[in-house]
């Protein structure tokens, strides 16, 4: 086994050898780095290599963080504790809330009576069921306001431009076996002309249905605009009798 030219009287000092000193420069122990005078000095914690205290490349399981190399696991460790002290607040609460709190017959009855009058129901049906999960058309049934028909539609209208340019990129990659080269850039600009007016006739459409279902929510649909009372021919100021 070679020795370290470093490792003579004093731990990694070279002497006055040149040569040696040559050698130790390349072959200084990781964690540590040479100095002008032929001397190997460590490099701070966590560190595999560095020059004047400064880290060029951390440990295995380190990380750098603002220049110094930080264990890993104790970032980690730092977390877990965080999350366990949290789940142990949660669950003296949680004792805290069944030694104390006192449950009532009735409160529980009108706070279960209350949870199913707060979802959404069909009261266009005798009992006022709830909507069918399956059979329910949330782009175009009226929930629970006209919003949640256009956020879905604009979701359906999502898919629909993702269904159409996903094939069409597709069959574009393919035009340089179908295409002679010749005709090679004329049919890429006529590709891309096309799919760029498919897309804008996509986003007119879903852009006019969105006008006509809100439209059709205004004519159909109660709002409080419909109970409200419209008083006209009041004074136009105090002292005037018109």
């Given at each position: ?225 419909d109970f409200a009372v419209v008083a006209q021919g009041f004074p136009r ?6």
């Open positions: 086994m070679e020795s370290n030219p470093c490792l003579l009287d004093t731990p990694y000092y070279i002497g006055e050898l040149f040569t040696a000193g040559t050698d130790c420069v390349g072959i200084c122990p990781i964690t540590s780095h040479p100095d002008n005078i032929e001397v190997c000095h460590p490099c701070p914690a966590g560190c595999a290599s560095c020059s004047n205290q400064e880290c060029g490349m951390c440990l295995v399981f380190h990380v750098m963080i603002q220049g110094d190399c930080v264990y890993a696991y104790s970032i980690l460790l730092a977390g877990f504790g965080v999350c366990a002290i949290l789940f142990l607040a949660a669950v003296v609460v949680r004792i805290l809330f069944r030694l104390c709190w006192s449950q009532n017959r009735e409160v529980l009855e009108y706070a279960f009576a209350h949870r199913r009058r707060s979802k959404v129901h069909d009261y266009t049906l005798p009992g006022n069921p709830f909507f069918d999960y399956d059979q329910t058309n949330v782009r175009r049934q009226n929930l629970s306001g006209v919003v949640f028909i256009l956020y879905f539609r604009f979701i359906a209208f999502g898919g629909l431009v993702f269904g159409t340019l996903v094939p069409a990129l597709g069959l574009a990659r393919y035009l340089d076996f179908l295409v002679d080269q010749q005709d090679l850039a004329t049919a890429k600009k006529g590709a891309m002309v096309v799919l760029y007016a498919l897309v804008l006739l996509l986003t007119c459409r879903w852009w006019w249905s969105q006008i006509q279902a809100a439209k059709e929510d205004v004519e159909d649909e109660p709002h409080h605009s100021n105090a002292k005037s009798c018109q």
